[in-house]
């Protein structure tokens, strides 16, 4: 079911939104999990996300001359304001929205999750995440291509088994973890993979 999605999509950013009022201007400009982003703009991307439509996705991705890094880094620019407080009241400004890009919905709460675990764990932040919310993250990836984002190719050649959750994919060697930590891996979050263990760890773990 799809009617569920955004009610999830809602309390995560609802969550973040907390969790970032907290932070002072120095951890905003903490490195996130994101690659060459600081958490000021993996905050300022979720205010992009939030915004897409359908029709704005994929006007965006043929001016960035179709690279989705390049898409996102725009969008980033585009929504990253002077200060943090400004970025944070964007952020409220669109946590209640329901627009999407051309994409399963379930992949919004890959964004919501994954990010907020981008910007929570540099700063030593927890979260509990909704289970449901973790494993249809997780399983979405593993029906998603690589070159999407996801980890449909890694599933041929792993055996994922969450050890709190009902999930067990993937052909090949195990690798075993709680759900949260098999989807940050597979979504290319190497600080997860020391919450991981068993014989495809290797495989999970080696470059794409």
Known sequence: MNDDVWPMVHAERAALIEDLARLDDEQWRQPSLCAGWTVHDVAAHLVD?????????VAGL?????????QNAR??????????GETLERLR??????????????SRLVEEVVHGE???RPLGLTRAYPPQAVVRGLRLQLRTPASFGGAKELASRVRLI???????AGDGPEVRGPALSLLLAVSGRR??????????????????
């Open 191 to 208: 600080v997860a993979l020391d919450e991981l263990d068993g014989p495809g760890l290797a495989t999970l773990a080696a470059p794409a």
């Open 93 to 106: 400004r669109v946590a209640s929205r329901r627009s999407t890009p051309p994409a399963p919905l379930d």
């Open 118 to 120: 981008d910007i929570r």
């Open 62 to 70: 043929a001016r960035a001359r179709f690279d989705f890094d390049r």
């Open 49 to 57: 996300t939030a915004r897409t439509t359908r029709l704005g996705f």
């Open 75 to 84: 969008g980033v620019e585009r929504e990253r304001a002077g200060s943090p």
């Open 162 to 168: 969450a050890t709190d959750a009902e999930v067990l």
